[in-house]
């Protein structure tokens, strides 16, 4: 049987480690740089001949940067003869570029999208490069994985989120699960019916990419605590207006937000400070990549 070797990319190693350190193993040694163009250069610092590989890369951060940099260490691995390579990535890459939209609005007329489908680009990138196995969390659309052709395990940070919301908010049996949009319809229903309380959701319409226009919220929910689900921010424009869509609306007070797959990066202060002046009653949190609970 195999050994299992785990490696670290440079997007979280602080997860990497405490992956390790849950399963009684030392990090592989790997060494990451930069060449003065920019190229990304990898070495794998030991044999991986035979060898169970796991690679812990995360679509956070310097996205771009991140994903070339697993596929060479996917690559490299996988032509150093190890007997299986699998990528795990918590956040995974491109994942809202899974479909083309529908039309593509100009001042004239509407015209067909003629944008990428770029999820299925990185999923077959990661194959090409050797990858036999993927782990990833909370997809932002469970059908990605069927962009594959080898085996994909879509884990769910559910159960911890349920366990913080009973663990941190005492009038839990009071609230109301809240989506910010309408595709997280089906995440929030089942936090919501495992928790035995209602759920609400608000549409939202986009002039463009991560600027919200207008926001409609579907549902009588009035004296109720908000707890708003959603599972990308990167500006988090659309929880600062579901919080402020929420207190108009006369919510009781909105005292946590949960942000279930990925937080791509460090939030800038100034969306910070938003998120505060938006959400009201405290405590404010975020899980992060589905592991870590990080208090704003």
């Not at 009684?24 to 740089?33: D, R, Y």
């Not at 890369?57 to 490299?76: H, K, R, V």
């Not at 003629?114 to 909370?138: E, Q």
């Not at 997809?139 to 594959?148: E, K, M, R, T, Y």
Request: hydrophobic share 45%; aromatic share 6%.
């Amino acid at each position: 049987m195999p050994n299992i070797v785990l490696f670290s990319g440079s997007s979280h190693q602080d997860l990497s480690q405490k992956v390790a350190d849950r399963l009684g193993l030392e990090l592989g040694k790997v060494v990451t740089k930069k060449f003065s163009n920019q190229e990304t250069c990898v070495e794998i610092g030991e044999s991986v001949r035979g060898e169970d590989v796991y690679i812990v890369q995360s679509g956070c951060g310097e996205i771009n940067d991140n994903l070339m940099e697993l596929l060479i260490m996917i690559n490299a691995c996988k032509i150093a003869s190890s007997s299986r390579v699998t990528a795990v990535i918590p956040c995974f890459p491109y994942a809202r570029q899974d479909k083309k939209d529908k039309v593509m609005i100009t001042i004239i007329e509407k015209l067909p999208s003629r944008a990428p489908i770029s999820a299925k680009l990185v999923a077959n990138m990661l194959s090409v490069a050797g990858a036999d196995h993927i782990i990833t969390m909370d997809l932002h659309a469970s059908q990605i994985q069927g962009f594959f052709d080898i085996a994909v395990d879509n884990l769910y940070a559910e159960p911890a989120v349920l366990q913080w919301i009973k663990e941190n908010i005492p009038e839990w049996k009071n609230c109301i699960i809240v989506s910010p949009d309408a595709g997280g319809a089906k995440r929030v229903t089942s936090i919501a019916d495992r928790l035995n309380v209602e759920f609400a959701l608000i549409h939202k319409e986009r002039k463009k990419a991560n600027e919200v226009d207008r926001m409609v919220l579907v549902g009588d929910v009035k004296d109720r605590i908000a707890i708003l689900v959603d599972d990308m921010a990167d500006t988090c424009g659309t929880i600062c207006h579901a919080a402020d869509k929420s207190t108009v609306m006369q919510f009781l007070k909105v005292p946590c937000v949960v942000v279930s797959s990925s937080l791509p990066g460090i939030l800038p202060l100034q969306t910070v400070a938003d998120l505060r002046a938006s959400v009201s009653g405290g405590p404010y949190h975020l899980f992060y990549d589905a592991i870590f609970l990080f208090s704003l």
